[in-house]
């Protein structure tokens, strides 16, 4: 796993007291001990320290068995689509 991993598990642990422990890449989001809210948060805090958006659509950190791997591969994904210049900015 690229370095995704590693900096949402330290997001987890100084900014949300996680135990570190808990944060492996097969642990679920709602095995982490955080409230709703606070899942919120750790989403945005991710999202914020990789600089890109993952669609509602492709996660719902309130779903049930959606785990860190699958939100670090979400995050690689659109980072990578952030990446690919798009078909218009090609034709330009």
């Known amino acids: 796993m690229n370095d995704i991993f590693p900096r949402a598990a330290e997001i987890l642990e100084k900014k949300f007291a996680v135990d570190p422990s808990l944060i492996r890449p097969e642990t679920t989001l709602d095995q982490l001990g955080l409230d709703s809210l ?13 600089d890109v958006r993952i669609p509602q659509e492709k ?5 049930a068995g959606v785990t860190l ?6 995050l690689a994904a659109e980072m990578e689509s952030a990446a690919t210049p798009t078909v218009e900015a090609k034709a330009a």
Do not use: W
Not at 38 to 50: I, R
């Open 59 to 63: 996660l719902d950190p309130k779903q």
């Open 38 to 50: 606070a899942l919120m948060e750790f989403v945005f805090e991710v999202e914020d320290e990789f």
């Open 69 to 74: 791997a699958h939100l670090t591969d979400l």
